[in-house]
């Protein structure tokens, strides 16, 4: 027992688990690090059999694992019984030894390996996705002895190559024959840096050949050192080879669009520019910087507002930040910009957002194409028609009063019928010329910006009801009718009374005038939210399609025939726009044809105490 008492002493004493057991397999003593792995207090483990501390094991079976004349044998991942139930992975190495004339005996070292075999089963999951991710994404690896010169290669390596699996070819020397001439640099030159030790990694692209030379796709290189010696220098060098061909195709076709895009943009006869979000110039081409006076250099990196004149730089500001917000995908409008020089440059600017696939603006394009010939020329007509209108205005007005005053002393006179119809075609044609010079003075003063509005906050219903009273002399002749939809509530909005009168006569005037005989005219008013909606509906043609875009425009007639026929001056809508726009509102129209045509226009509603 005094040698017993020594082995125990001595085997308490060690960290590592220590179990030893008789010849049936049960523990005559057990180490404190061996009971706290199995989750026993020091000394409970004494009197247990081995299997029920290693389920699976028994003293007969622990020692057939030694083979002789061997005394010892390590086992792998061997399970064992926590006392709390559950199983831990242990590495057991076994002794069997023998005292004189005694029973055999087994020394059982423990050691718990349950995070190593957690790890090591993390590791093969992980090399198991990597080989699938390889396969999968049809990746050749490849492996290159820098001492011996010896490459080895995947099986996908030899797909990607065109060679058979059993093949028998200097892999190294195929892969070199095959590179485009013209890429052979650039294909060695990841591996001389790596083999010089001038980079642990480094990847290259270029062009191979299939093995019958018929056709080049496009490969990719990424390779790093793998293993050095004791000086540092490679001796093993991994790397995995990809077809991208699809890939490069379109980073092709992208760079020689971007080429042409560039070329276009540079050698454009109109001024472009691309701008940041924030309005600065990142790029202008050769026809701006003309334009303005400058070097190209110069005006990249200003920002927009460097380039409007300081009156148009609050308004095209505006512009930008509209466009940028949404608001409308596009603007165009004519602003004055500023040269070099502090001259004036009338242009059409024109300003649109591009947009990521989330929607946020990442560049503003700018386009300029120089008006001031054009803005001179319409200046100088605008004079000449205003001066004509004024010069006319003068005896046009006598004419008027005379053919009133004749015509008032000749009412109760008995003139034949040739005679007082030819008095009719007088005034009747007197009043469109009076009305003709009044459009034409009315546009030319709101094209300059000189016509003052005096606006004040007004109930539209008795407007609204005042215009259509007044159109009555044109809707007889046509056998039209005219019908109201009005509120109960007053719509108030900030108007000019006049102006409000000028603009429902035209789009009633236009609505009678197009009516088909016999049909009704319907206006309604009604609120929309925060503004006031007034709609002009009559029925007839319709608008034709090839007329609607110009239909604000000035001057702008469907048709000569329809011209001769209704009259005119191709004004009228274009001066209700510009009344409209100047009270703060929108107008538009939707037409179906051989049916019906709407004229609507909104205003802004007055503030409450208004």
């Known amino acids: 027992m005094a040698d017993d008492d020594l082995m125990a002493q001595a085997v308490s004493g060690l960290e590592i688990a220590i179990i030893v057991l008789d010849h049936e397999g049960i523990v005559l003593q057990s180490n404190p690090a061996a009971c706290a792995l199995l989750g026993y207090h020091t000394g409970q483990l004494t009197g247990e059999r081995i299997s029920a501390l290693l389920p699976d094991h028994d003293s007969d079976s622990l020692d057939s694992r030694i083979v002789p004349p061997a005394t010892s044998v390590k086992l792998g991942a061997v399970s064992a019984r926590h006392r709390d139930g559950r199983q831990i992975d242990?590495?057991?190495?076994?002794?069997?030894?023998?005292?004189?004339?005694?029973?055999?005996?087994?020394?059982?070292?423990?050691?718990?390996?349950?995070?190593?075999?957690?790890?090591?089963?993390?590791?093969?999951?992980?090399?198991?996705?990597?080989?699938?991710?390889?396969?999968?994404a049809h990746i050749g690896v490849f492996e290159f002895d820098v001492v011996t010169k010896q490459a080895y290669v995947s099986e996908i390596w030899r797909e990607l190559m065109g060679l058979s699996q059993d093949e028998a070819v200097d892999v190294q020397e195929e892969w070199r024959s095959r590179v485009h001439p013209d890429d052979r640099e650039a294909a060695d030159e990841p591996m001389r840096r790596l083999a010089h030790n001038l980079d642990s990694r480094s990847v290259s692209e270029y062009r191979l050949y299939s093995r019958d030379r018929s056709a080049l796709r496009w490969f990719r290189s990424d390779i790093a050192v793998a293993e050095r010696d004791a000086d540092g220098n490679p001796t093993r060098i991994i790397g995995a080879q990809k077809d991208v061909t699809d890939r490069k195709e379109v980073e092709i076709a992208l760079r020689e669009i971007a080429q042409q895009f560039q070329s276009a943009f540079d050698h454009a006869p109109i001024g472009k520019a691309i701008l940041d979000p924030?309005?600065?110039?990142?790029?202008?081409?050769?026809?701006?910087?003309?334009?303005?006076?400058?070097?190209?250099?110069?005006?990249?990196?200003?920002?927009?507002?460097?380039?409007?004149?300081?009156?148009?730089?609050?308004?095209g500001m505006a512009d930008m930040r509209g466009v940028r917000e949404g608001r409308r995908p596009t603007q165009r409008t004519e602003r004055r910009l500023l040269h070099r020089t502090g001259s004036v440059i009338w242009a059409d600017v024109d300003l649109a957002a591009v947009r990521n696939d989330k929607g946020a603006v990442v560049e503003i394009i700018l386009q300029v194409v120089d008006a001031t010939e054009q803005h001179r020329l319409q200046e100088l007509k605008s004079e000449f028609v205003a001066t004509v209108s004024h010069e006319l205005r003068t005896p046009l007005?006598?004419?008027?009063?005379?053919?009133?005053?004749?015509?008032a002393h000749t009412a109760d006179r008995d003139l034949s019928a040739p005679e007082r119809r030819l008095l009719e075609i007088a005034q009747q044609n007197c009043d469109r010329l009076a009305l003709l010079v009044s459009d034409i003075l009315d546009f030319e003063k709101f094209s300059k910006g000189d016509l003052e509005l005096e606006i004040e906050a007004q109930d539209l219903r008795p407007l609204v009801e005042t215009a259509v009273v007044d159109i009555r002399h044109m809707t007889g002749p046509r056998d039209v009718t005219v019908a109201t939809r009005l509120p109960e509530a007053a719509l108030r909005a900030?108007?000019?009374?006049?102006?409000?009168?000028?603009l429902m006569d035209n789009l009633l005037s236009n609505a009678a005038k197009f009516s088909d005989r016999g049909s009704q005219v319907e206006v309604t008013l009604d609120r929309d939210g925060d503004r006031a909606r007034v709609v002009v509906r009559n029925r007839g043609k319709g608008i034709p399609a090839e007329f609607r875009e110009a239909i604000f425009t000035p001057f702008a007639q469907a048709a000569p025939s329809l011209t001769r026929e209704h009259g005119g001056t191709g004004l009228g809508l274009?001066?209700?726009?510009?009344?409209?726009?100047?009270?703060g509102g929108e107008i538009g129209f939707d037409s179906t044809p051989d049916a019906f045509t709407d004229f609507w226009f909104t205003l802004p509603l007055a503030e409450s105490g208004q």
């Open 278 to 315: 924030d309005g600065r110039l990142l790029r202008v081409n050769a026809a701006i910087a003309t334009l303005l006076g400058h070097a190209v250099e110069d005006l990249e990196g200003q920002p927009f507002s460097a380039i409007l004149h300081p009156e148009e730089i609050d308004a």
């Open 494 to 502: 900030p108007v000019d009374r006049t102006r409000f009168a000028q």
């Open 90 to 136: 242990v590495a057991v190495h076994i002794t069997a030894w023998q005292e004189t004339d005694a029973p055999a005996r087994h020394t059982l070292v423990l050691r718990e390996i349950t995070g190593e075999l957690a790890r090591d089963r993390e590791r093969s999951a992980e090399l198991l996705r990597a080989r699938n991710a390889i396969r999968g």
């Open 574 to 583: 274009s001066i209700c726009r510009q009344i409209v726009e100047n009270l």
């Open 397 to 407: 007005t006598s004419i008027q009063g005379a053919l009133k005053l004749f015509n």
